[in-house]
């Protein structure tokens, strides 16, 4: 992240509330979250030991967005059910023509569920998606034609992100407040590959 950027991969989005039965859609995106890191012990066992953040005042020149929590039976998803045409199940083919088509990548269900990133555990996890409080990074610069759909989770493959690979979000030392490693280690690893970002690399606070 830090020597090549940040690089936009395929994720597969739940939209059930939007088609009335299992449904996902999949767009080129990064996320990112905003929450204090003195909160972020949570969000650190689901996601990695390490984190990067980066100052707020960037997050427009990054072309970031706050994610737009759509609570399923809220009188705003029946109103964009009722917005997206569609005869029988919900499409892309569909739905290109809406005028809120370009925002799909930015919608997110509130509460719903996600593959479980346990190691030993199997299947998936419920998620209360709001308290990630995500901010979202969508790939334009890869035409909507690439969306994929699926009434099932695991359709995206290597072949999908490989579409992306050159269009790496790439952030330059200003851009960055603090980069995050778990142990004394890891941080003297981090200072010497990355001279420029020494005074920046610490170790998490263990409070």
Request: charged share 25%.
């Amino acid at each position: 992240m830090l020597r090549d950027g940040i690089w936009p991969r395929f994720s597969e989005e739940e939209f059930s509330w939007l088609n009335g039965s299992e449904f996902y859609i999949a767009f080129p995106i990064s996320s990112f979250c905003d929450i204090p890191i003195r909160a972020a012990k949570h969000h650190r066992a689901k996601y990695g030991d390490y984190a990067v953040a980066i100052h707020k005042n960037y997050a427009v020149q990054l072309n970031l967005t706050p994610v737009w929590y759509i609570v399923e039976d809220s009188f705003c998803a029946e109103d964009l059910r009722q917005r997206f045409p569609r005869k029988g199940r919900f499409t892309l083919q569909g739905a290109k023509h809406c005028d809120l088509f370009p925002f799909l990548p930015l919608m997110k269900v509130a509460v719903g569920t996600q593959p479980s990133r346990d190691k030993k555990a199997v299947g998936h996890e419920a998620m209360d998606f709001v308290e990630e409080c995500e901010w979202r990074f969508v790939c334009r610069a890869l035409s909507s034609e690439h969306w994929r759909q699926s009434y099932s989770r695991g359709f995206v493959v290597d072949s999908d992100h490989q579409k992306t690979l050159g269009m790496k979000i790439k952030l330059r030392p200003e851009m960055i407040a603090a980069v995050f490693a778990p142990t004394t280690q890891a941080v003297k690893d981090l200072r010497q590959t990355f001279p420029s970002l020494c005074s920046l690399i610490r170790r998490w606070s263990t409070h």
